[in-house]
């Protein structure tokens, strides 16, 4: 079994990964360090996890055992789902007027985008879920899922434009189609950061989850939709169908975005930096409110096993019976029968 499942739960440095083998969902965490944005090592490791994915249909025998049907998108980082694009490569690429290596990384994001948002051009549902902010890239990424829930004081927004620019790796494709053009022309040149509940009246968001209950609001709305899957996946194609997303529409968005970023000026990119900064002393606070610390690296961290209906797959692809953490330790309890006998002389 380890064996089957080794293609997909291999080593990240960025991701955490797990399998509900009850809803048949793949659900992968993010977890960028030195701040929670799409750096180049993510969009890499996102990258071989979604090529994993589509190869294991490849195969009857894993899709047998192991069904993928739900994929779901996801944050590692307490009070963040991501921040966006890595502002400091940005910086450094438009003072260094280097056209090939932005539109590289800018091709990288939307590599990632576009398979999410065709659902890897395989039967299933991709689902985000926003815990927190979700800035620039971090809300297209969002967006870009068949469907997008969040919880109720969730910010999201694009604010590109305060540094002169605008979205560029599927802003503009995604909301046009959820909302229309005028209405998203407003929101990304306006610059503002909107509550997820602003969003669900809008019809951004689809599924409104309250405070702290995002978790168990995916997995109701995975239970229900199993029930009409077959139908509601025939709907997702014909939506693809009928206003399609595609690769090339994409690109050819992203090279008007390199363009454009390559005549910003030095002021700008100055106002850029100090976006980094604002980020960076955000969320240094986020991580001292949720008592963390400033990189969560485990590959089983408590974020995840509270999500988790036990029995479930781990990183290694085994099997996680119980929750290790209500195990005795030396911290808080007896470690083994002869310390147990030592406490409770009667019974030995």
Known sequence: MSNKLNPIFKHYEQLSIRYDPDQASLWYYMNSHPRPCFTPMLLSEIKQLQQSIFDSFESSQFTDLYPINYVVLASQVPGTFNLGGDLNLFAKHILNKDRDHLLHYATACIDVLYNNAVSMHRPLTTISLVEGSALGGGFEAALSSNVLIAERSAELGLPEILFNLFPGMGAYSLLARRIGMIEAEKMITSGKVYRADELYEMGVVDVLAEDGEGKRTVNKYIKQHMRSSNGLRAIQSVKQRFSPVTYEELLDITKIWVDAALNLTKREIRIMERLVYTQDKRQN??????????????????????????????????????????????????????KQEDMNPETS
Do not use: C, W
């Open 285 to 338: 606070k986020l991580t001292t409110e949720y008592g963390r610390s400033r990189v969560l690296r485990t590959k089983q961290d408590r974020r995840i096993l509270d999500a988790v209906k036990l029995p479930f797959i781990d990183s290694q692809g085994n099997f996680i019976e119980h929750d290790r953490r209500k195990a005795d330790d030396r911290r808080t309890g007896p470690t083994s029968k002869k």
